[in-house]
């Protein structure tokens, strides 16, 4: 083979490659080394020998691969290396560099101005600097070259290394970073630049390799983490006091690199508005902070203050922003609003401390530093955000800062508290307690930390007078409202404070308008200063509306605001009202409210026009469009932030997922902003139940909102039970709790959906709203009362009842919804909590789902009746463990998963709490709601049910289990209760609530359970006594007697009272109708006889019956009957029969009045029954002599037309009661009747007397009746008058109108009612006044006439000043007074009166007693009794006969 000059241009591996391939040989191999060491000896080429190595290297990297030269390269140059160095005398090292260096300058040698500009290497510059520094490797790994004289000869010439190449010699392991740190100052010196030049620099969009090589450069991976962890490694280890000053000059040194690295971060992040922006840089390097990144080259000590360093550089850089700056940007500065890159680095750098640690610190650089507020309180707000255990912690470093504060008197502490608290509370209910909260718990009471001395209250004045030329609207309104606690020798001092903060508020324009007309303002400042007036305005129009539609009548508030504050009534609330929409067919709250506004002149008439035209013009649009004054579509970043939150959800990261729910909070504050983040004093809630929700986005976001949780309880609920999940329900309920508005919105969804859709719920639905609703109840201390409108619920009550009360049984697929959510309810909570301790498991229970479940699984199931599970009971440990599974298991029914849970012990340990136990009355109110028609049970299985859970279950039970304590009184009572009850509800809120149907509720089955039990008590005397028939009539009587006197009680107002009395008592008639009449007529033995005992039933008549007679003084056919059928049904119990039923008919006769008139009115139909009633139970014996009396006096009274005046030996009232029918009977002004008065002698027989009396009063009644009922009363009168011409000579008559001195005529007033008798007065007058003239004289001579007129007019100028007068007739008969002309009228004659009478009619004491009755009242009567009676009496001691 011959070797010329060309070839230098022919490689050695080309003709090596130009050869034949033969099958190698040993001797063949040998002979061509030799042949190509002596041709490299002829070419001696290094240079290009390196550069041919490198490029076969760079071939078998592409793919193109070259056999026959794969096992020489290496050899062949470190052997020639070798030689040339022997040659030339020098070592092979110095040989290698020159070489490699030469390379290396040729490889990264740049071409332009575009490649000075580069930060990283091309791509095929890459590709041949990897190869060379991989056959470096190789030399290094023979021996054949040093790498620490590589680089002193690399740096010789001052030439700075990029960081491509720095990262390459490290990753290749020739040189590493920390040598070249530690021995090199020029290139720390350069590190931190041309780090923060890569950072910045962004690569040609076409150069993706380059992008990938940059983001690894940054990344874990890369050379960035590593610099920076031989930077804390060096700068941040103790060094000891005999360190060598070199060594601790590079400890300050690198210090200053991670600063100045530190520095830039915070500088590019401030620049930036988003992440985005500031590009990836950045972000990769808040990455670093990892301690188990920077651990690699430090130790962990070197770490923690390498971390708590940079914290401190963070917190205090650049702090240009005064106090005074932070008060008022401070709202811009939340979680929420920051820069998530400045998040981002709190986060990592806060990372491996605790959090007390964190705030001890953040204390101490507050006190001894110039900080940056904005970073301080955008840390603050990462550590509340990210840490749940930081409120408690929080809490604390306010209470010490406070304290500190006033010992010493401390501006800095006072206002580092305030900037602190109002930060925290700016992140929402669900992380930190309201500002208002905060400022009423720490100065609101005599306890607060300024209630020491007057010295600390004028030193908390005079800081809260500095802040307010620079404090936000919010806060100042906080402190207006919620004033310090201030003693009352000191309020001068407040009320200095309150006058500037009102002037302040006037000169923002927010003064007393923009708190609303209601006080409905925001604490929290979630609101922006200009749109949160217009959010007070929609307030104040809603609370209007509602008010209006509630009282039909415009708000007090409203209409003092249009004159007072007119300029807010005008400006704020009417544009708010009149806000344009498409008006509704029917007239809603807004629309009545208006139109009753317009017609009181309060809205402007062109205002009014321009409503009006904007209205017609938004209905010819779009409807149904929703707009939002936001950047984006809040619905679309809504439904984005809660897909991110489901998948940190399943993965589990705590952190991150508290600052997604941070970020879905404030997306939700734009979709609700009539409700910022907290309201002032705000406790309760209204939820309308009976209009549709509104707007249409509300209700997405809604929808959205429970469908998120229901997807993300469905994927934690896969992988873990609820005792094993995070607590991230928890929280998201928590964040849905600060907003007023969205959990209005979200409350009136959820009744909706419990009490109109959820037969159409899958069981997905019911398990993820169930385990909602679960924690809505948990949160209950933190979250608002709820009122239902209308008031199904007497009182606010909290979430979860609210929403329980949704959940009706009143049929068989209510029933079945209601049982499989309180599954899924209790079967989470009772999981939920098995975690926690034993008093804290039933927090996750709600009482009323639970009772629920008490009250519908034996009701279902009636296998669960016949098993009995105590607290204490075992269950098998598989049920324990299958009782989730079956809750979620879809192939599983309610039954499977009711009996298990019904079997759990946990379950029924519940029942031990008082709040837990289901009681009778409880289970009487389910009972009564079920509609008979469309019950899951049948009629038999209804009553076999029933049975059982009265006489089986809830008799036997102890009262303080809800029980009867096996009393059967007890237990008819309770039943009595809910009868009552039941017929006293409301009935348009049972409609709406129960969804009655026309075929009614169980209560005819329940009635018949009482009418079993009370027929069973007095039969075999359960009672516990031995005369059962006693017993059970003390029982009823006692029963209604305590009901009335509740429902008196119980309303304060008369009228209210005497309404509420009513209805009891037609409440317990209808009850009392549907009982044995026997029951309550007593039977008592004594003597060897046994006896009827009336009194009871008498008094019941007398003192119940009687106020709720209509007409007064008659009580119906039904009732009368009921009561006579029972003395006649008991007294065959006795031994003589007739003899007792005279007896009782006498007693009623002489104490129950109201009774025998009513027996007189009703006898025609009466008579019949009771002899039948008689002949059937005294085998056809005619009536008691008494009761056919009746008959013998009606038989008379028709008769006394006729002549016949000898009357029957009945007492007065019975004669005079059938008189009275009779007269009613003959057309009332019958003259015969008129006629045939006269033939009775009061004059003569005193019976008669007492007979025309007793007629008297009752046509007096009836004169009053007809007065009330607004009629005509020509027939009253006339038969009066007849009356009158007969009795007037007799004083007797006036003592009818006489409430104390009435005598034998006492009793005839438990005919009619108090209304009445209180009237009596009215009538004396007004039937005196339309008498005529004649009668009228001799009336006024009658003895006693001027003593009653006296006292007649007195109580009736009574009755007027008390407002008890009956009110005017539409159309008043013709002879007939009007109301309002009888006291003018009764007073005049009643001066004549006294005129005429001599002063001989009455003594001296008759006349100073009704001086000092007329004194107060009427001066003028007074002084006529005086003139004309008091003359001088000629036998003074006359006045003591």
């Given at each position: 083979m011959s070797v010329n000059t060309s070839c230098e241009e022919t490689s050695v591996f080309r003709l090596l490659a130009g050869r034949v391939v033969k099958r190698p040989r040993q001797e063949d191999g040998q002979r061509l080394q030799e042949a190509a060491i002596q041709l490299l000896e002829q070419q001696q080429n290094l240079s290009r020998l390196l550069r041919e190595v490198s490029d076969l290297d760079r071939c078998r990297q592409t793919g193109d691969q070259r056999p026959a030269a794969g096992g020489i390269t290496g050899s062949l140059l470190e052997r020639e290396l070798r030689r040339r160095a022997t040659e030339l005398g020098v070592p092979v090292a110095v040989l290698s560099v020159k070489l490699i260096l030469e390379r290396l300058t040729e490889i990264t040698a740049t071409e332009g101005d575009e490649d000075e500009r580069r930060e990283l290497l091309t791509s095929s510059q890459r590709v041949q600097l990897c190869v060379l520094l991989e056959s470096s490797r190789e030399l290094m790994s023979q021996g054949a070259l040093c790498p620490k004289l590589l680089w002193q000869e690399y740096r010789r010439d001052q030439k700075l290394p990029t960081l491509e190449l720095v990262m390459h010699l490290h990753c290749c392991s020739i040189l590493s970073l920390k040598y070249i740190l530690e021995t090199d100052e020029g290139v720390r010196v350069c590190l931190a630049s041309q780090l923060k030049a890569l950072c910045s620099w962004t690569p040609p969009?076409?150069?993706?390799?380059?992008?990938?090589?940059?983001?690894?450069?940054?990344?874990?991976?890369?050379?960035?983490?590593?610099?920076?962890?031989?930077?804390?490694?060096?700068?941040?280890?103790?060094?000891?006091?005999?360190?060598?000053?070199?060594?601790?000059?590079?400890?300050?040194?690198?210090?200053?690199?991670?600063?100045?690295?530190?520095?830039?971060?915070?500088?590019?992040?401030?620049?930036?508005?988003?992440?985005?922006?500031?590009?990836?840089?950045?972000?990769?390097?808040?990455?670093?902070?990892?301690?188990?990144?920077?651990?690699?080259?430090?130790?962990?000590?070197?770490?923690?203050?390498?971390?708590?360093?940079?914290?401190?550089?963070?917190?205090?850089?650049?702090?240009?922003?005064?106090?005074?700056?932070?008060?008022?940007?401070?709202?811009?500065?939340?979680?929420?609003?920051?820069?998530?890159?400045?998040?981002?680095?709190?986060?990592?750098?806060?990372?491996?401390?605790?959090?007390?640690?964190?705030?001890?610190?953040?204390?101490?650089?507050?006190?001894?530093?110039?900080?940056?507020?904005?970073h301080v309180l955008c840390f603050l707000s990462t550590l509340l955000v990210y840490n749940p255990s930081a409120p408690p912690s929080l809490r604390e470093l306010l209470s010490r800062l406070l304290t500190s504060a006033f010992e010493g008197y401390d501006l800095e502490h006072m206002i580092t508290a305030f900037l602190l608290a109002r930060q925290g509370a700016l992140e929402g209910a669900g992380i930190f307690s309201s500002y208002s909260d905060w400022f009423k718990m720490s100065f609101g009471g005599s306890s607060g930390f300024h209630a020491s001395s007057k010295k600390s209250l004028v030193f908390l004045l005079k800081f809260l007078s500095d802040l307010v030329p620079f404090e936000p609207p919010q806060y100042l309104k906080v402190h207006v409202l919620h004033p310090p606690f201030i003693p009352v020798k000191h309020r001068s001092l407040l009320m200095e404070y309150i006058s500037l903060a009102k002037t302040r508020l006037a000169d923002l324009k927010e003064s007393v308008e923009d708190m609303g007309l209601y006080e409905d303002i925001s604490g929290a400042g979630g609101a922006s200063g200009s749109t949160q007036p217009q959010c007070q305005a929609v307030q104040d129009v809603e609370k209007a509306v509602s008010l209006f539609e509630s009282t039909g009548r415009i708000s007090a508030t409203v209409m003092e605001a249009s004159i007072f504050r007119r300029p807010y009534f005008l400006t704020r609330f009417l544009p708010a009202l009149l806000k344009p929409r498409v008006l509704p067919v029917k007239a809603d709250g807004r629309m009545s409210l208006i139109e009753a506004l317009k017609k009181a002149d309060k809205i402007p008439a062109a205002q009014y026009s321009s409503y009006v035209e904007s209205c017609q013009r938004q209905r010819r649009q779009d409807r149904s469009a929703v707009c939002l004054d936001a950047a984006d579509d809040p619905l679309e970043v809504l439904k984005v932030q809660l897909q991110?939150?489901?998948?940190?959800?399943?993965?589990?990261?705590?952190?991150?997922?508290?600052?997604?729910?941070?970020?879905?909070?404030?997306?939700?504050?734009?979709?609700?902003?009539?409700?910022?983040?907290?309201?002032?004093?705000?406790?309760?809630?209204?939820?309308?139940?009976?209009?549709?929700?509104?707007?249409?986005?509300?209700?997405?976001?809604?929808?959205?909102?429970?469908?998120?949780?229901?997807?993300?309880?469905?994927?934690?609920?896969?992988?873990?039970?609820?005792?094993?999940?995070?607590p991230w329900a928890s929280r998201f309920v928590?964040?849905?709790?600060?907003?007023?508005?969205?959990?209005?919105?979200?409350?009136?969804?959820?009744?909706?959906?419990?009490?109109?859709?959820?037969?159409?719920l899958s069981a997905a639905h019911v398990l993820g709203l169930a385990s909602f609703v679960v924690h809505l109840h948990n949160s209950a201390s933190h979250s608002s009362l709820i009122q239902l409108v209308p008031p199904i619920l007497p009182e606010p009550v909290p979430v979860g009842e609210a929403l329980s009360a949704a959940l009706v049984c009143s049929t068989h697929t209510d029933m079945l919804f209601c049982v499989r959510f309180c599954l899924a309810a209790v079967c989470y909570g009772t999981c939920r909590g098995d975690s926690l301790p034993q008093q804290q498991q039933h927090d996750f229970v709600?009482?009323?789902?639970?009772?629920?479940?008490?009250?519908?699984?034996?009701?279902?199931?009636?296998?669960?009746?016949?098993?009995?599970?105590?607290?204490?009971?075992?269950?098998?440990?598989?049920?324990?463990?299958?009782?989730?599974?079956?809750?979620?298991?879809?192939?599983?029914?309610?039954?499977?998963?009711?009996?298990?849970?019904?079997?759990?012990?946990?379950?029924?340990?519940?029942?031990?709490?008082?709040?837990?136990?289901?009681?009778?009355?409880?289970?009487?109110?389910?009972?009564?709601?079920?509609?008979?028609?469309?019950d899951a049970l049948s009629d038999p299985e209804r009553q076999e049910y029933q049975q059982w859970a009265c006489l089986e279950l809830f008799w036997p039970r102890a009262e303080e289990q809800g029980g009867c304590g096996g009393d059967m009184r007890s237990l008819c009572s309770h039943l009595l209760d809910a009868v009552m009850d039941q017929q006293l509800k409301d009935q348009s809120l049972e409609r709406l609530h129960h969804r009655t149907s026309a075929t009614g509720t169980c209560l005819p089955d329940i009635i018949s359970r009482l009418q079993e039990f009370v027929c069973e008590m007095e039969v075999t005397g359960l009672s516990g006594s031995r005369s059962g028939r006693a017993d059970v009539c003390d029982f009823l009587f006692e029963f209604i007697s305590r009901r009335c006197s509740s429902a008196v009680s119980s309303i304060s107002a008369s009228v209210g009272s005497e309404l509420s009395l009513q209805h009891t008592l037609n409440t317990w008639n209808r009850v009392l109708l549907a009982l044995p009449p026997l029951l309550f007529v007593k039977v008592t033995a004594g003597g060897g006889r046994t006896t009827l005992d009336c009194t009871t039933l008498m008094e019941h008549v007398n003192q119940h019956q009687r106020k709720v007679c209509s007409p007064a003084g008659l009580m119906s056919y039904h009732l009368t009957s009921h009561f006579l059928r029972g003395v006649l049904s008991a007294s065959v119990c006795c031994g003589r029969p007739t003899e007792e039923v005279n007896k009782a008919w006498s007693q009623i006769s002489l104490h129950c009045p109201l009774l025998l008139t009513c027996t007189v009115h009703w006898w025609e139909r009466l008579s019949p029954v009771l002899s039948s009633l008689w002949s059937r139970v005294c085998d056809g014996e005619p009536l008691p002599e008494q009761l056919r009396l009746l008959t013998a006096c009606r038989h008379w009274a028709h008769s006394v037309a006729r002549g016949l005046s000898s009357a029957p030996p009945a007492p007065p009232l019975l004669l005079a009661s059938s008189l009275h029918c009779a007269w009613r009977g003959r057309g009332r002004g019958n003259q015969s009747f008129s006629t045939a008065l006269?033939?009775?002698?009061?004059?003569?027989?005193?019976?008669?007397r007492q007979v025309l009396v007793l007629l008297l009063f009752l046509c007096v009644n009836d004169h009053l009746l007809l007065l009330l009922q607004e009629k005509s009363d020509e027939e009253s009168l006339s038969l009066f008058s007849d009356l009158l011409s007969v009795l007037v000579d007799s004083s007797d008559w006036l003592l009818i109108f006489k409430s104390s001195e009435q005598g034998v005529y006492q009793s005839v007033t438990m005919v009619t009612s108090e209304e009445l008798t209180r009237?009596?007065?009215?009538?004396?007058?007004?039937?005196?006044?339309?008498?005529?003239?004649?009668?009228?004289?001799?009336?006024?001579?009658?003895?006693?006439?001027?003593?009653?007129?006296?006292?007649?007019?007195?109580?009736?100028?009574?009755?007027f000043l008390d407002g008890h007068t009956p009110a005017s007739a539409a159309e008043p008969p013709e002879k007939q007074l009007e109301p309002s002309q009888i006291l003018s009228k009764a007073k005049k004659f009643l001066l004549r009166v006294i005129s005429q009478t001599s002063p001989a009619a009455l003594s001296s004491a008759q006349l100073r007693r009704l001086e000092s009755q007329c004194a107060d009242l009427d001066p003028e009567v007074t002084a006529a009794l005086s003139v004309h009676l008091s003359a001088p009496s000629l036998s003074p001691e006359m006045d003591f006969l």
């Open positions: 969009q076409e150069d993706e390799e380059t992008e990938q090589v940059q983001l690894k450069v940054l990344s874990r991976c890369g050379v960035f983490p590593a610099v920076v962890g031989v930077l804390v490694g060096c700068g941040f280890e103790l060094n000891s006091e005999a360190a060598a000053p070199e060594r601790r000059r590079i400890s300050l040194l690198c210090c200053s690199l991670l600063d100045e690295l530190l520095f830039w971060l915070l500088d590019t992040v401030d620049k930036s508005l988003t992440s985005q922006s500031a590009g990836a840089g950045p972000e990769l390097w808040i990455q670093i902070f990892d301690a188990s990144l920077c651990g690699v080259s430090a130790s962990a000590e070197a770490v923690r203050r390498f971390f708590t360093h940079s914290l401190t550089q963070a917190l205090t850089y650049k702090p240009r922003l005064t106090v005074s700056d932070a008060i008022a940007l401070q709202n811009d500065w939340t979680f929420a609003k920051a820069n998530p890159l400045l998040m981002s680095l709190f986060r990592k750098l806060a990372v491996i401390f605790s959090v007390e640690l964190l705030l001890r610190h953040l204390q101490q650089v507050l006190e001894t530093h110039e900080v940056n507020w904005k991110e939150f489901r998948r940190l959800v399943v993965d589990g990261n705590d952190g991150d997922m508290m600052a997604q729910l941070s970020r879905v909070s404030h997306t939700l504050s734009v979709v609700f902003p009539g409700r910022p983040d907290e309201l002032i004093g705000q406790t309760v809630i209204e939820v309308r139940v009976d209009v549709p929700l509104s707007p249409e986005l509300h209700v997405k976001v809604i929808n959205m909102i429970l469908r998120n949780f229901c997807q993300c309880m469905l994927d934690t609920s896969r992988a873990n039970p609820p005792n094993k999940q995070n928590g964040v849905l709790l600060g907003n007023t508005q969205l959990m209005s919105s979200l409350i009136h969804r959820l009744w909706d959906l419990f009490h109109n859709q959820g037969s159409v709600p009482s009323s789902l639970y009772k629920k479940l008490l009250y519908l699984i034996p009701r279902l199931l009636p296998e669960a009746r016949r098993t009995t599970v105590t607290a204490e009971g075992a269950v098998d440990e598989s049920q324990e463990k299958n009782l989730w599974s079956s809750a979620t298991d879809a192939s599983a029914t309610w039954r499977t998963t009711a009996w298990r849970l019904w079997r759990h012990a946990a379950f029924h340990q519940l029942e031990n709490k008082p709040e837990y136990q289901l009681s009778f009355s409880d289970w009487l109110v389910n009972e009564l709601r079920v509609q008979r028609s469309e006269n033939l009775l002698r009061p004059e003569r027989m005193s019976q008669d009237l009596m007065p009215w009538a004396f007058y007004s039937l005196l006044l339309q008498l005529s003239a004649e009668l009228l004289q001799r009336a006024v001579s009658c003895p006693g006439f001027l003593q009653t007129a006296v006292l007649c007019y007195i109580r009736l100028l009574q009755l």
